[in-house]
């Protein structure tokens, strides 16, 4: 009797240089979950990548509908990239609400796989959606895949036993295995993420696992999908590399601080989106001698923190906008009692609750002058996931030198972003030498250095030590209460004085691109990533265009305002009203225009590109 081999359809596999991929679907469906399993196998691969999360704002949104859409898309390359993507090469949509929403980003004959059967009539009707997509053409541009991902892991995992709400929950991992042969990616790091993840739950590790390996096979299997993508490695540095967010970068660089400064870490917070991972992550290091308290509110959060600088450490507290308007008294007394103390404001959308889920960069003016009278403080914001490692350090380094309250401004987008970070080697991280004072012979609380003029770090209970230290102004020197006219101005002049005096730590800004020319980009923030990827495309056109990340909001670097003069004009892109361009031309007195995004979303590098171009006219 003869026989047929039947032969496996061949597939085309294409090389390409970049992707860009969306998992989106209802919160429950794990998409967070999907997109960094997805993220940590591109970048143990060697791909550099930039991730984009998109949470939904509401905590139970009704299933199935468009508040309740939860994203997250990844960037990965075999070259540098600097921002998540402008549009997506591959969308995954679990339902229509998640097809609704995100479609507008897709390229057109980008590839389009959804979960089939979740497009029945209630699904459309929850979704406000006349008709079926997948029926009435308006796909028709797309490379679309309706795949019946719940049917298929119910077949897949059927012999388990489990209950079908349980194994519905699986049908992310069966989308996550079809990209992963989709992009040539081994599955074997997220085989070894469920095995942990779930391991006292055999139940749950074999089907997971069976149903990655399920939408694995079934592009396999399958004649649909004819080509597949090879996204070579990354020509990155030499070193070891990590996947890092924003948020632990924050956490990894405070521990780091202390242990240089060789004194304790105290973190006092009140959870609040987008900062509550800080804490989390921190509690996590209580080997490194770091301490975390939960409070009851923010109030608590930051005069715990003070406390605990009082005491000899470290005190640093996290939060969000809404939580540095509860901050802001007792940040007056931080600058008051001149204690060290680090202040990290991850910004989202607002005012008041606002968008609580999404980024943006508008407490620079309230981190800037956001107190009663005349309080400065020095304000920092990192410009990737990783510098926010580099910039919990130098908050900290200043703190201590200068003994004085110090700002971060993080926002959403570099919190919950991640990117490949070179781990430095511990020789490489700045000293930050502290020195408590002993010697009770002539001390004073308000004595000064008179190079930073910072006052001596007292901790109580060092003998012949004892001082106060409150919101009531003090006298100069003694640190008595003192009401007097001329020395309360004195003392403002002082702390104001020393403030001013940290531009001499703020190293001078050096423009990326063109050192003069026709435009200058002044920006700082998560705006890095699109302004360089838009810097570099534009000067490959022959415009002459600089661009000054600015890391140091306040004091601002000192060559800053000549560096301006050397540009015909000045552009600030910013995801506020306008903050640092009001800000520059106040001190500067520069015609800086302003370019806004208020939308919950970061710049893309097309946006800063178009407005290059509105500017300056056409590329010649």
Known sequence: MATTTIQPPKRKKEVIERAVIRFCGDSGDGMQITGSQFTNTVALYGNDLATLPDYPAEIRAPAGTLPGVSGFQVHFSSSDIYTPGDSVDALVAMNPAALKMNLPDLKRNGILIVNLDDFGETDLRKAQMASNPLEDHSLDGYRLFPVELTKLTRAALRELGLDNKSVDRCKNFFALGMCYWLYNRSMEATLRWIEDKFKNKPQLVAAN??????????????????????????????????????????????????????????????????????LHELSTYKNFGVITFQAEDEIAAITSAIGASYGGALGITTTSGPGMALKTEALGLAVAVELPL?????????????????????????????RNSEAPIPVLAPCTPGDCFWIALEASRIAIKYMVPVIILSDGFLANGAEPWHIPAIEDLPKIPVRYETNPADFHPYGRNPETLARPWAVPGTPGLEHRVGGIEKQDVTGNVNYEPLNHERMVRLRAEKVARIVQDVPDAVPAGDSSGDLLIVAWGSTYGPVTAALQSQRAKGRRIGHVHLRHLNPLPGNLGEL?????????????????????????????????????????????????????????
Do not use: H, W
């Open 209 to 278: 696992r069976l149903a990655m390996q399920a939408g694995y096979s079934y592009c396999e299997a399958t004649e649909a999908f004819q080509i597949t993508y090879e996204i070579p490695p990354a020509k990155l540095a030499p070193g070891v590399y990590r996947n890092v967010s924003g948020n632990s970068a924050l956490a990894m660089g405070f521990v780091a601080a202390s242990q240089q400064a060789g004194i304790s870490l105290f973190l006092g917070s009140y959870p609040i989106t987008p900062a509550s991972d800080i």
């Open 342 to 370: 680090v202040i990290c404001d991850v910004q989202r959308g607002g005012p008041s609750t606002g968008l609580p889920t999404k980024t943006e960069q508008a407490d620079l003016l309230q981190a800037l002058y956001g």
């Open 564 to 620: 301006i003069g050397r540009y015909d004009r000045v552009l600030v892109p910013e995801m506020n009203l306008g903050q640092l361009a009001m800000v520059l031309r106040a001190k500067y007195l520069v015609d800086a225009q302003s370019y806004s995004k208020v939308q919950g979303k970061p710049f893309k590098q097309s946006e800063i590109e178009n407005k290059i171009e509105e500017m300056l006219g056409a590329a010649s």
